[in-house]
Structures are given as C-alpha cells and as structure tokens.
C-alpha cells in the first residue's frame, strides 16, 4: 500500500448521526468529526476548532457550518475554513455516503501506517 | 510677605476661584479655608447620582486633601463662620476658632427654602443640598417605605427618581400645573411627567401642602407619618424631602454690614460694598439676579480670581443658561428665553411615537430658547446659537433637525469618539480597537452594530462599549446609520424577538421549518443564533403540542452539563434549596473517586460542582448519582437554577418565617422549566437577607407579617438590587405570585434576556398589574405553568443514564485506533 492510495473505510450508517449534529471517529491522529446536514451532506473535520481547540462535534450544524461551543467560531463545513472576522483552518477529510453507508478516506489517519 | 485671604464656604465657585487663582498668581496669598462641611470640595452637581447609586463620593471629589496641601491652604473642616468683623479684619467660626484677612471671600451658597407649614420641623423631614442630605435620604431608602418629595423642579426631580432607584415608593407634589415650569414650556412638562410616572413615581400636580403629619413611635419620639394637601387628601410619607427652592445665604453678609437684598449685593466684579470682600455663588445677586446654576458660578469663578491677582478683565454679564435633567433614561435640556411673544416665531418637531419634543423659539432670525425633550443629542449645538446669537436664516428649513443638517460642526455628539486615535481600545474583552472597526465599517459595507460585532467581535462579550460601536458607525456612515431600526434576531431574518414572539402566537406556527417558511427566513436552515431562541419560544408557546429540537440547543442543554475549555463536562446535581445529607454527600464522594473527576467545588448557588467529568462517562456518574437521590441541576441551562436559602426558623434566632422550606418547595414546584434566560432565585428568612436574595432574578425576604417578594435583581456584569413587587402573606400566595412572575417571563423575554432587563424593557408596573393587581391574570399565568411542567419535569440525567434517549451523543460512531493497529 502507497500513501497515494485511497483508503475508504465503512465507519457507519447514514442514520447514526442525526440531522443537523455530528458525531466522532477515533484515529490514531486524534478525533475526527462526522457532520451530518438538513440536506443529508456529510462532511468529516478534525475536531479541533483553529480557535483554542474546542470540539467542533458538540457545535451547532447549521446550512453547511459549524458553531464552535467554546466561543463561536464558525466553521465552513465544506473548506474548514473560519467565517466572518475569525481567521483559522481546520482540516478536512474526503467523505462519502453509498448506499446509507459513510465511507471516509483514512489514508492520512495513520503516519506510521505505511510502516505497519 | 503674601497677603492673608480668607474664604468663607469651600463648594464649587471658590474651589474654581482657587484654582485659576493659583494658576495665575501661586503665592500672591496664605489663603484658609472655613467649610461648614466636615470635607473637602465636591461637585454638587452629581450628588444626584451618589443619591441613584451611579457614583459614589469619592467619584465627585473634586479636590481632594492633597490639592490643599499642594497649594498651602489651610482648610478647617466643620468650622462654620458666625461672624465676620470688618473693623479688626477677622472671622470668628462657632467652635471660637478666628482668622485674619487682608480680603475675605464669601461663598457661603444658599439654603434650602422650606415651606412653612406645620410638621416642618418633624424627624424624617429632609432637605436636598449637601451630602448630609443625601446620606441621610440613603439611611431613610434602606428601610423602604415611601417618600413625598415637595417641588417638582430639577432638584426635586432629581431626587425623587434618586429615591425611586433606591427602592421607595415616591410622589411628588408640585404647585404649579406643570413640571419645571421655569424650564420646560407645557407641552415638555407633559411628555416629563409622563416618563416620571412611567419610571413609577407618581406626579401631583397644583398640589398645595397645607401640613405634614406626625408619627408616634414606641420610644416615643415623634416622625413625620404623612402630608396632608389642602384639597384633604393625605399621602403617606416615611420622609419628606423638601425641594422647593433656594434663597441665597447671605446672612453672616448682612450681620457685617454688608449690603444685601436677596442676596449679597456684588459689582460685575463681585465686589462686596467693602473694598476688601469679595462674594461668588449662589449667595451673591447681580443685577437683581440670583443664580444656582454652574456655567455663570463658575464664570463669577474666573472674576474673582482675576480680581484677588489685580489681572483685571471684563466683568460678569448675563448669560442664557442651560438645564439638563440628570435622571438617567429620561432625556431633556431647556436653554434661554422661551416663552411665547408677539416678535417671536417657533419652529416645533414633534414624533409622539419616540417621545420626542423639541421647540426652538426664534427671534430676529435668531434662536433665543430651546426646549428638547426625548433626544437632547443636538441640544449642545442648540445651545452654542443661542449662545452666539448666530443668524440661522441661512438654513433655517432645516435648523430643527441639528447640525448633521446645518453643515455645522460644533458639538457633535460623536466628536468624542472621532478624537480618539487609530489604535485607541474600544472592546477590551477582544482587543478590539478603532482602526479595526472603522475599517470593517468602510471595507465591508457594515450598517448595524449586530454587523460590527459579526466581523471584528467588538461588543461580543460583555456589550459594555456597544455605546461606543454605535458612536463609531454613526461617525463612519453619517445620516445612513439609524439606530432605532429593529434589532434583528441574527443575519438569517429582519424581524426582532418580539415580533417574532407575537407571530408565533398569531399565525401559530409549531414548528421551526414552519417559521422560516412563514416568515420568509434568509437562511436555509437558520443559524447558531437564532434556532436555540426558536427552540425555546415554540417550546414555551406550545407546552406538549412542539417536540424539542434537541439539535437546535446548545451543547450544554444538549448533554445537560457544562462544557468547559478542555472539552470535558462539568456536573451539578440539584440539592433542593441548598440541603444536602451525608448519604448524598457520599455519593458524590465516591463518584468523584471512580470516574477520576479532578476537581470538586461549590459553586455559589449552594450546590457541588464536579469538574473535568469526560463526555463518554457522562451517563455512568449520572446513573450513580441517580442512585443516590441526586437529578439534575439544570447548572447547564436557560431554566431555573438554584433557590438560595437561609437556615430561618429551623435554626436562627433570627428567622422570622420558614425560608428553607418555601426555597425548596419552590425548587421543587418549579424546576425542569425552561426560561428565556437562566433564572436564580433566592428565600432569605429576615431582612438581614444571609441568602442575598436581593440581587437574584427572583428573590424573597421573610418578615414578621410575611414575604416580600422581589425580582429584577443581578449580579453579573452588570450590578442591581431587586425591585420589590410586592409583600404577600401566605407561603401559597408567595408561590402563585413568584409562578406567575416566571410565567410572564417565559411568555414575553427575548431569548437570553435575563429578568432584570426584560423587566425594564415591559415595565415594571405592567408586571406588577399582571401578577399582582389583577387576580385573575396572575391565576392563569399560575395555570399555564403548572400545565406546561406536566411536559419538562422529568429527570434528563435518568433519562440518559438509562440509556433511553440520544445514546448516539455520548459514543463515538466508530473506533479506528484499533483497526489501523491491526493493520
């Protein structure tokens, strides 16, 4: 296996997560959040707001961003990136849903993967 | 050897002399100083706000005891001259205590006018000139009661919305038909008496006190119980505060010799009718005139201290004068001569809906009066025309409506602001400063403080300098900037809170989707903002119809604990009324050792804090403390919080009713509702008040005949006694009354809106009608919570700990440690 492969791992059904809520995947490289939208988009963030890291899990889903519940940041679902005067990126992961299945793409999850 | 002058009286016209004196002519005299106050100099002008609460003493001093011993002047405090003797050049205080003088200056004010009437002389009659006055009024307010305040000028006024703040109930007798006659023509009378009464203080107008009843207490001593008007009627007076006037003190003048009229007769260079004594302030007449107002005392000011330097200058003229009344939220400014005249024109502006007033009264193309009430913004400009007599027929068409339209540039309100430098602090809970906000203002087209706060968070936390953030866009946008607009929920609609409330009513709509369809949100899907105040008012407005929307709420009330920085959670099981036993006391013990919690605190609301619990042991420690007895104490949420309480008759010697017992009946009767904003409460069993129930959302203060319930406190960032709505018998009638307040408040606060400010914004007295007076809305509001916590009184943490509800929230969706291990 190459880093240049894509890795898609099954990490649960659509209906797991409710609407307008999220809920996290454990890595090896910390907690990754699973959004789920009014509109059934599903997008996958660290879950670290750029802010002072607060769990961007626990937030307010809403149109496709975020609400930090430290100190309300937004974040854009679709880049990462922080909306309004707030400056900051968060990193995303590729993520799909096939068949009510989330697949994501754990290619970057383990640094010491390509050692394993 | 510098010459020996003498000053009589140390307000605020001789602290001015002084001052310029020592600036042109530092060691022209050894000067001492006999005040009759046992202090030194303070501006007398905001003894109505030390008498409101806004400022204490020492924010008036003016010159401190250091001033004194910085310029070598001997200031004797509480030695009060009785004689002057001009034939020797002394001056003999009451203790004995005398002084030469090569010049004396007399500035020994004016007293207080006290209408002659029986009962004047009775305990508890004060009058309003000095700090003793106000101190005394502030020792009367603490035992409540009411006040009769007599004169209803600017004094008087002051007073009586000072003891209002205080907690009393107060009226105001005035002769004439209308308030502040000499200032206000009638029609601003009107809207004055009008916000006075809407402040709670009631207004008699062509009241004639005809005697002032007295009191007899158990030791004896007599105190004033009533006034009595000459039409019969008697209201009821625990103090009476005399305010109806001022005559120039000018007696220790006259016993001298000098020559007096109403006052001491002065030159327009103050000069006494002895060459070596001078007069400044409101003991002095010029010109048949006497004054009480600052701008022409200290103008006299500036005389005297040319005149004791031999500098000379231009003597005193006349002036126009202008007032403002210094009762906060009452907006209003009188200047000049503007009574009605065959040469005179007027030009008049009036919005009935914003309750704003204002006549300018011309003459020869000149302003020569103005009379403002509602929005004073313009009045410096205002002033400054008269002041300058400048021909306005220039831009007379447009003269009311202030210098944004004039092209003037004087006294602009925002001037202040646009001073300040690039770099000058505006928020300092973000760090936000001028430049920054300017600039967002220009580069990204803001229009609104919600705007400014949305792109550089000025004004985000506290909301202190939101003042300033609005002086800001005022200064950047101009005439395009216009406050009164309605403040929107958020960015997703134009409509404000309560006209969202009222639609939610009218059109009935039960859900959130519903809503933003109807009400043609901008927004798919609402925002952070605006869906947990939607939540709350379809929950509050259709108790058992609306299913809450539990991705609508915060996390907090998501997960019923309190995230804190780390992202772990903090839990606070309820202990009703602050009562807890050792079997409760254990439990907690033990919980904390099992799930590693960190830290365990008390919080001030007489609870336990367990702090650093993580998220996925959330249920676990729920399910053993439910195990104990312990629910939740909603520490979490926009619902009711705790009920202080005092150990009362179960244990203090002072306890007077049952406080402990009607803290926890009302927890238990009323916990598990959910409320705009937080609600604290507190039941203290006397008046020494150990719970503090007088700064809560809704508190109550046991006494001997009963309860007294009280609401409107707080004790965040901002600082506010509660204001008493009203005294009841019965702990029944406590409950139904403090349930119905709440239900009010659940009906009609906009989200996150805590009592206090909801309070101010409906009005007390509308509360007051609606739980108090009319029995029958207070027993429906009683009706509809009991009816709506049939649907939120259940245990969240049982819920959840069993398992039964959003089990998804406290696992994660799937565990990739393990997998990419086994790879």
Redesign the interface.
Same mark, same amino acid.
């Given at each position: 296996m190459t880093m240049m492969d894509n890795v898609w791992?099954d990490?649960?059904a659509l209906e797991?997560? #409710? /609407?307008?809520?999220a /809920? $996290?995947? *454990? +890595? #090896?490289m910390g907690?990754v959040a $699973?959004f789920r939208?009014? +509109?059934d988009d599903v997008f996958a963030l660290d879950d670290r707001c750029p802010h002072?890291?607060? #769990?961007l899990s626990? =937030?307010?889903?809403? =149109?496709k961003a975020v609400?930090c519940?430290?100190h309300?940041w937004?974040i854009n679902l679709e880049t990462g990136l922080a909306q309004?005067?707030?400056e900051g990126e968060v990193r995303t992961f590729p993520v799909r849903v096939e068949g009510g299945r989330?697949l994501i793409e754990?290619s970057r999850?383990?640094s010491n *993967?390509d050692a394993? | 050897m510098p010459k020996k002058l003498v000053v009589v009286g140390n307000g605020m016209a001789p602290g001015r002399a002084l001052e310029r004196l020592f600036e042109s002519a530092p060691d022209a005299y050894d000067v001492t100083i006999f005040n009759a106050e046992p202090r030194t100099n303070y501006d007398r002008i905001l003894l109505s706000p030390v008498l409101s609460g806004e400022k204490t003493y020492e924010e008036i001093v003016i010159h401190g005891d250091a001033w004194y011993d910085q310029n070598g002047v001997t200031l004797l405090k509480g030695k009060k001259v009785v004689a002057i003797d001009r034939e020797a050049k002394t001056v003999t205080a009451q203790d004995g205590t005398t002084a030469d003088y090569d010049k004396l200056l007399i500035a020994t004010g004016s007293v207080p006018f006290i209408i002659p009437v029986p009962g004047k002389d009775l305990a508890g009659v004060l009058t309003y000139r000095d700090l003793d006055d106000v101190n005394a009024m502030l020792i009367a307010a603490e035992r409540g009661g009411s006040a009769v305040v007599v004169g209803g000028g600017l004094l008087g006024l002051e007073a009586a919305a000072g003891l209002k703040a205080r907690g009393m109930d107060v009226t105001v007798l005035h002769l004439m038909p209308t308030l502040m006659e000499r200032q206000l023509d009638a029609a601003a009378g009107g809207l004055l008496k009008r916000a006075l009464e809407d402040r709670g203080i009631k207004v008699i107008t062509k009241a004639n006190t005809k005697e002032i009843l007295a009191a007899h207490d158990s030791q004896g001593s007599t105190r004033v119980r009533s006034v009595v008007l000459d039409d019969g009627t008697e209201i009821p007076a625990d103090i009476v505060v005399m305010a109806v006037g001022i005559r120039p003190n000018a007696a220790i003048a006259k016993d001298a010799g000098l020559e007096t009229g109403r006052g001491i007769l002065v030159d327009d260079h103050m000069r006494t009718s002895d060459p070596d004594i001078l007069a400044v302030g409101e003991c002095v007449e010029f010109n048949g005139n006497v004054y009480g107002l600052v701008a022409p005392l200290y103008e006299q000011a500036n005389i005297v201290a040319g005149e004791l330097a031999d500098s000379g200058g231009a003597g005193f003229v006349d002036k126009a004068l202008a007032t403002k009344l210094k009762v906060t939220g009452v907006d209003l400014f009188s200047a000049g001569d503007f009574a009605d005249g065959e040469d005179r024109e007027e030009i008049v502006l009036r919005d009935a809906t914003r309750g704003v007033y204002k006549r300018l009264v011309l003459k020869d193309d000149r302003v020569i009066g103005a009379v403002m009430f509602g929005d004073t913004a313009d009045s410096g400009w205002f002033f400054q025309l008269i002041k300058d007599g400048t021909d306005i027929s220039e831009f007379r068409d447009t003269l009311i409506f202030g210098p944004a339209y004039a092209g003037g540039d004087l006294a602009d309100p925002t001037a202040a602001v646009a001073a300040l430098p690039d770099d000058a602090e505006i928020c300092g809970c973000n760090g936000v400063c001028k430049g920054r906000i300017v600039t967002a203002i220009s580069e990204k087209g803001l229009t609104s403080v919600d705007d400014v706060r949305a792109h550089t968070k000025a004004s985000a936390s506290c909301g202190t300098c939101s003042g300033l953030v609005e002086q800001l866009l005022a200064l950047s946008l101009g005439d395009a900037y216009d406050p009164s607009a309605v403040q929107p929920m958020c960015g997703c609609t134009d409509l404000g809170h309560a006209e969202v409330r009222r639609l939610i009513v009218a059109k009935e709509l039960k859900s959130i989707p519903e809503l933003m369809q109807e009400l043609e949100w901008k927004s798919s899907g609402g925002c952070a903002k605006c869906r947990p105040a939607l939540n709350y008012y379809m929950l509050a407005t259709w108790p058992g119809e609306y299913v809450d929307d539990n991705q609508s709420r915060f996390i907090n009330e998501r997960v019923h604990a309190n995230i804190q920085k780390d992202g772990t959670y903090s839990v606070v099981p309820r202990m009703w009324g602050g009562i807890t036993n050792s079997r409760e006391l254990r439990a907690i013990a033990d919980v904390a050792d099992k799930f590693e919690i960190p830290t365990v605190k008390c919080t001030g609301g007489q609870r336990i804090d367990l702090l650093g619990v993580k998220k996925d042991d959330l249920p676990a420690v729920w399910a053993d403390l439910n195990d104990a007895g312990l629910v939740s104490g909603h520490a979490y949420g926009k619902a009711l919080r705790t009920v202080k309480t005092c150990v009362g008759t179960d244990w203090c010697r002072f306890g007077t009713q049952d406080s402990t017992g009607l803290g926890v009946r009302i927890e238990k009767f009323m916990w598990g509702s959910w409320t705009p904003a937080k609600v604290k409460m507190a039941v203290s069993g006397c008046p020494r008040n150990c719970a503090e129930a007088t700064c809560k959302d809704v508190g109550v203060v046991c006494v001997e005949s009963g309860y007294e319930i009280h609401f409107a406190g707080a004790a965040g960032i901002d600082i506010k006694g509660t204001e008493v709505l009203c005294h009841v018998k019965s702990e029944g009638e406590a409950l139904e009354v403090i349930v119905a307040l709440v239900q009010l408040y659940r009906e009609q606060g906009h989200y996150l809106e805590r009592i206090y400010k909801w309070a101010k914004r409906v009005g007390f007295e509308s509360i007051e009608a609606a739980v108090v007076t009319d029995l029958e809305r207070r027993k429906a509001l009683f009706d509809a919570f009991v009816y709506s916590q049939k649907f939120s009184q259940s245990d969240p943490w049982s819920e959840r700990a069993r398992g039964v509800k959003d089990a998804h929230e406290f696992a994660p969706l799937a565990d990739l440690t393990r997998l990419e291990a086994a790879e």
């Open positions: 791992i990490v649960g797991d997560i #409710p /609407r307008q809520g /809920r $996290l995947v *454990k +890595t #090896p907690c $699973l939208t009014a +509109t002072q890291g607060g #769990p626990q =937030g307010i889903v809403h =149109g609400t519940p430290l309300n937004v309004g005067a707030d989330i754990a999850f383990g *993967k394993a | -």
